[in-house]
């Protein structure tokens, strides 16, 4: 994708080998990337959402490994540097992906090849996720092309979002929005309904960023408008990402996400997931057994904007004396989602298995969790 013409990815490596990231966290007002030297850069950038979307964080995580296994490629290195990598973030399922396919891979090599092995390693995940990335948009186009064509001409196919699961959460192209993109480029009329997304406003920050750049029209929404978008009529259809999806398609993305499908249930709106098939935890059946991030309670009790003499401030908005709680995932259950965007096609929850028979675990091998599972979930 492109920032002031310029096309960026969200992680890349300078001509010098300097591995790079987007600080997210500076974004929507200024545009700053930081280099990643250290195993300790990538788990910071990971843990404090420098860089965040699961695709992404598996692709940082991938660099941290092979940057550090330059400076000591020993065994010792190899299984301390996944173990710190790997306890950054809990729920995305793409970072222990990650880890796991280079240490197979580092594992049974000399220690003095095992730095070159883990950059090209690093480097291929990254091109991966962007050719399935951009599959999934080719997949997902049809499901607006056909809401297209039941509209008068030039009447906008109206799309709703929830979180930010544009480019900025991939390495390039992005998954809930590459189907919106390609549409935007193939002269299909679209809107897209932004969800602010608190309490990081992931929304507002960046999904809208990414679509002004790419001139995609879009309007900002509170979370709470979804519904009412919906009952008015003024939604064709929901695209989510999902930083964890388990065998049977139990979906877990952005806290807010279940209420956006509770919604188009009501309402009788589509609701579509775009997932890239390393976001699929073969392991489990039961998406309440997924571990859900208790993030810090400052991002509820605060928040950051730009002042009017142009610098970005934090302030308080909430009482002092109140305390926050900051789950940072929910659970959607299979049986609210129409489909599965995903790189090798679109597919009902239950059928996920069909379409990637070489990693797919039987269901009955995966573990339930029920006592994990809330009562009428």
Known sequence: MKVDGRPTRSIWTDADGTVRVIDQRRLPHAFVA???????????????????????????????LALHLARDPSDAALAETCELLAATRPTAINLRWALDRLGEHLAPLAPEARAAAARRLAAAICDE??????????????????IAARKHPGEPVRILTHCNAGWLAT????????????????????????DETRPRNQGAAL??????????????VVDNAGGHLMQRGLVDLVITGTDRTTARGDVCN?????????????TGVPFYVALPSPTIDWTLHDGFAIPIEERGPEEVTHIPGLAEDGS????????????????????????????LITERGVVAPGDLAALFPETAVPLD????????????A
Do not use: C
Not at 49 to 57: D, K, Q, T
Not at 312 to 337: E, G, H, I, W
């Open 34 to 64: 930081v280099p990643l030297e250290t195993r300790e850069d990538a788990a910071a950038a990971i843990r404090e959402m420098w860089v965040r979307g699961a695709p992404l964080i598996g692709a940082t995580a991938a660099w941290g």
């Open 129 to 146: 996720d962007v050719a399935i990335n951009t599959a999934i948009g080719e997949h997902g186009l049809p499901l607006i092309e056909a």
């Open 171 to 194: 390495v390039d192209v992005g998954t809930a929005t590459a189907p919106i993109y390609l549409a935007h480029d193939r002269g299909i009329a679209v809107h897209v309904w932004v």
């Open 207 to 220: 999904t809208a960023w990414e679509l002004a750049n790419h001139g995609v029209p879009h309007s900002v």
């Open 254 to 266: 952005k806290i807010g996400t279940y209420l956006k499908a509770l919604a188009a249930r009501d």
């Open 312 to 339: 970005v401030r934090t302030v308080r908005v909430t009482p002092a004396a109140s305390p926050a709680a900051n789950p940072a995932f929910d659970v959607t259950p299979a049986r609210l989602v129409t489909g």
């Open 365 to 376: 091998q995966t573990p339930l969790a029920a006592s994990a599972t809330p009562t009428g």
